[in-house]
């Protein structure tokens, strides 16, 4: 066990001397590399948390008819709070709502109509389930014009998201692809430097394994150094965003900001480049040390 392990350490330090020589400027592209997705992972994680938030109280208003009288208006609410899928309700009288329509700048076109042309609404605040299918309900009481669903946007925020998501999946599968090329050519090159060392080892008895050790953890290092660089470079990025995002938030009353990855997502993109690393090294040895053999 303890011969396994100075092993192994031997392997490590001689990889370790090797990347400290010609292995940083390689991570570092696998780094700016990999910062792609993965900055395009905190976004639009950052996005679906919004959509999640913003979709926990989805409301619908439902607009009245305008010969409506008020009494009739008003007897409407009986049978709306009478739906379950509704957990609150808020009449708008046709008066507020013109009011509202006045403090927003439009004071001078209501003025011109010479008449109130709003009609009296309710806010219905809804209960998760079928929004959709409550809109068609809605719709078909007597006495309502429209019903308009205030969370639309929220599912095309999703719908949106979720195309982005597999974008970033397509473009991670291609980055990785070419990572993988990254590590298998520099591993190549080393094995092409230390041909003569690879010869004499294999005449002194070393074996194949005993070879191919320094190499699996010089793409190992490769790998981790490039997803720390990554991570680096999408903690800098972010915060350039969130200096122009939060003052803009905030004068909307929202606290939003563009998150950097939680630890455990940190850790499996670290985990993943160290994979790739280990993948091209496996693939680049496999190929390239069958040729070479003691003369």
Do not use: C
């Amino acid at each position: 066990m303890r011969a396994w392990a100075r092993q192994h350490r031997q392997a490590f330090a001689a990889a370790l001397r090797r990347f400290s020589r010609g292995g940083l400027l390689s991570a570092l592209v696998i780094g700016i590399a990999l910062a792609l997705p993965a900055g395009g992972f905190a976004l639009l994680e950052s996005l679906r948390g919004l959509a999640t938030r913003a979709s926990l109280d989805p409301q619908v208003t439902i607009f009245l008819k305008t010969e409506l009288k008020r009494a009739e208006a008003k007897a409407l609410e009986r049978p709306l709070r009478a739906d379950r899928r509704v957990a609150s309700l808020r009449f708008i009288p046709r008066e507020e709502a013109l009011k509202e329509l006045n403090e927003q700048g439009l004071a001078d076109v209501t003025a011109a109509l010479g008449q109130n042309p709003l009609p009296d609404a309710y806010v219905a605040t809804v209960r998760s389930g079928e929004l959709d299918l409550l809109v068609a309900d809605l719709g078909k009481i007597p006495g309502v014009a429209h019903v308009q669903a205030d969370s639309a946007w929220v599912r095309r925020l999703a719908a949106l998201a979720a195309i982005g998501r597999l974008a970033v999946g397509l473009l991670a599968f291609l980055l990785a692809l070419g990572l993988v090329a990254v590590t298998f050519n520099t591993i190549r090159l080393q094995i092409l430097t230390q041909r003569e060392e690879i010869e004499v080892s294999k005449l002194i008895g070393a074996t194949d394994a005993f070879i191919r050790r320094p190499f699996y953890y010089f793409g190992l290092l490769q790998g981790v150094t490039g997803g720390l660089v990554a991570l680096g470079i999408v903690a800098a990025a972010l915060a350039l965003l969130n200096h122009e995002v939060t003052p803009l938030a905030a004068s909307y009353g929202s606290a939003f900001h563009f998150a950097f990855p939680p630890p455990g997502d940190a850790l499996a993109i670290v985990l993943f480049a160290a994979a790739l690393g280990w993948l091209g090294a496996q693939l680049s040895v496999t190929r390239h040390l069958r040729g070479i053999e003691p003369a």
